[in-house]
T-cell receptor
Framework: GEDVEQSLFLSVREGDSSVINCTYT??????LYWYKQEPGAGLQLLTY?????DMKQDQRLTVLLNKKDKHLSLRIADTQTGDSAIYFC???????????FGSGTRLSIRP | DTGVSQDPRHKITKRGQNVTFRCDPI?????LYWYRQTLGQGPEFLTY????????KSRLLSDRFSAERPKGSFSTLEIQRTEQGDSAMYLC??????????????FGPGTRLTVT
């Protein structure tokens, strides 16, 4: 079946790197996404990676995909207070245009 | 380009009443999606349209829910005889097919429904 799992919480110190992990079950993924949701705001598409890629870097964001282990991660370098939010891992499968979301990881930044 | 807009942003209704939400997608996007998000969860897919055609519906979309996109632009989502379990954030997203696949879905701010 289609399932996406994430840990619920992550706390990091300001200036450190944050690594948010995600696992998924179905190997027929096409695109894998990271969305950010701040309180009272909608979902913001941060970045995505195509399933034939291993890595994608975009400024402070690095996405790593291990397709063999069905593991996706998002690394945020030099984490700032403005990065406090819920981060959702999401997967699009080849048979559909819908996106399956994880439950989100709440990132909190401590001084 | 003002992004995806949704109206209203908040709706409080009594159990048993009908409610209707509206979504205006990004103007050049021909795919439109509805998702539902409950507290502490990620969004769950409800249905999507390509132009005016409704191409897929989730089993979450009971017969009390109906969605339309009559002219292939804005869409409405109606919930009849609301129940307390319908309380959630209803999110709309839109995308434009590229190379035959819609892979960038952009979300609106959502409509928060509270059923009392």
């Amino acid at each position: 079946g289609e399932d996406v799992e994430q840990s619920l919480f992550l706390s990091v110190r300001e200036g450190d790197s944050s690594v948010i992990n995600c696992t998924y079950t179905d190997s027929s993924s096409t695109y894998l996404y990271w969305y950010k949701q701040e309180p009272g705001a909608g979902l913001q598409l941060l970045t995505y990676i195509f399933s034939n890629m291993d890595m994608k870097q975009d400024q402070r964001l690095t996405v790593l995909l291990n397709k063999k282990d069905k593991h996706l991660s998002l690394r945020i370098a030099d984490t700032q207070t403005g990065d406090s939010a819920i981060y959702f891992c999401a997967v699009m499968y080849s048979s559909a245009s819908k996106i399956i979301f994880g439950s989100g990881t709440r990132l909190s930044i401590r001084p | 380009d003002t992004g995806v807009s949704q109206d209203p942003r908040h709706k409080i209704t009594k159990r048993g009443q009908n409610v209707t939400f509206r979504c205006d997608p990004i103007s050049e996007h021909n795919r439109l999606y509805w998702y539902r998000q409950t507290l502490g969860q990620g969004p769950e897919f409800l249905t999507y349209f390509q132009n005016e055609a409704q191409l897929e519906k989730s089993r979450l979309l009971s017969d009390r829910f109906s969605a339309e996109r009559p002219k292939g632009s804005f869409s409405t989502l109606e919930i009849q005889r609301t129940e307390q379990g319908d309380s959630a954030m209803y999110l709309c997203a839109s995308s434009f097919p590229s190379g035959g696949a819609s892979y960038e879905q952009y979300f609106g701010p959502g409509t928060r429904l509270t059923v009392t």
